[in-house]
């Protein structure tokens, strides 16, 4: 655990930080946070861009325009609601000298599959307007290809996060939000994290953090809100230089 004597150790902070991956994983909780917002920003882009399409058409797009508006107003629109929608999971992981959150977006094998042939959809829908537009149309058929192929083992990566346990930090849990917050009596980022849950192991995760902060300060709150205006959590917010 890290001490107040640490603070200026940049060596052995980092060093404790990259080991995180290699220490046995004594208590592990995953948590699922939903998301909506995508539905609504998918749903409002394939509107206007369905609207533009009809109106630019008229008289400003040629077979191939609209090939092409048509294909990126599609796949747009699903990016939105397959990613931007996308639940995100998280997997925390605690070891003796810290906390590991793996944080991924939760996206259906399909539809990686449906945006990988919207690519190759482009190329042949490209190669047949040759026919009838003329040679212009391979620099869409090109355009269409290098996405499919850029698309081929396109999938989204999780992301990893370190936090050190620091000797005194508050901890704050709100109850409604199914929220945790560390916040260390220092100027250490890797020391502060945020514990999202779905409801159902908020408090395991609460009580499992009472036992790598004997020297940490606990308290419940209702709001999450009322975690930012608690008076502890402003004390260590701003901390004082410590001898």
């Avoid at 945006?115 to 047949?128: A, D, E, S």
């Avoid at 996060?161 to 409604?176: G, Q």
């Amino acid at each position: 655990m890290l001490t107040h004597k640490d603070i200026e150790n940049t060596d052995k902070i980092e060093t404790m930080r990259m080991a995180l991956y290699n220490e046995e994983v004594l208590y592990e909780y995953e948590t699922i946070e939903h998301q909506y917002l995508g539905y609504f920003a998918g749903i409002g882009f394939f509107s206007v861009m369905s609207w533009m399409l009809y109106d630019f058409s008229q008289d400003m797009l040629d077979t191939g325009g609209v090939v092409a508006f048509s294909l990126l107003t599609i796949f747009m629109t699903l990016f939105f609601i397959f990613f931007g929608s996308a639940d995100i999971k998280r997997i925390y992981k605690f070891t003796k000298n810290g906390i590991l959150t793996e944080q991924a977006d939760v996206v259906p094998e399909y539809a990686y599959q449906c945006i990988r042939m919207i690519g190759r959809v482009g190329v042949v829908v490209c190669l047949v307007a040759v026919v009838f537009v003329g040679p212009m149309a391979f620099v869409g058929a090109g355009a269409s290809a290098l996405l499919s192929f850029k698309l081929v083992n396109f999938r989204l990566k999780p992301m990893m996060f370190e936090t050190l346990y620091f000797e005194e930090s508050v901890i704050i849990k709100s109850s409604k939000a199914n929220y945790v917050s560390i916040l260390p009596n220092a100027d250490l980022l890797v020391s502060g994290n945020g514990f999202i849950s779905n409801g159902k192991n908020i408090n395991q995760i609460f009580n499992t953090l009472r036992e790598f902060y004997p020297n940490g300060h606990f308290y419940e709150v209702e709001e999450e809100d009322d975690i930012y205006s608690h008076y502890k959590y402003k004390e260590f917010l701003h901390p004082m230089d410590q001898d």
